[in-house]
């Protein structure tokens, strides 16, 4: 994952990636693997800090670079 060590987000975006984090898991089948959440989570750390600010946006492109992940 890029290092965003030197990217702050203010409390407003920490909401919106939040709920979109949120949002993306909830779609996932149970049992929810951490390994998916953290992949979502990366995906949407990495979507917000190119700018993006819609919260669907950030969960469609998580979920998206889930679906085309290479399984383990």
Do not use: W
Not at 31 to 45: C, F, G, K, Q, R
Not at 47 to 65: H, K, N, S, Y
């Amino acid at each position: 994952m890029k290092n965003l060590s030197n990217t702050e987000f203010s409390p407003e975006v920490v909401e919106l990636m939040t709920t979109a984090l949120e949002a993306a898991v909830a779609t996932l089948p149970e049992p929810v693997h951490s390994s998916h959440v953290n992949a979502l989570a990366e995906s949407i750390l990495r979507t917000a800090g190119a700018g993006e600010r819609d919260v669907a946006t950030l969960q469609r492109i998580a979920l998206m670079e889930l679906q085309l992940a290479p399984r383990k």
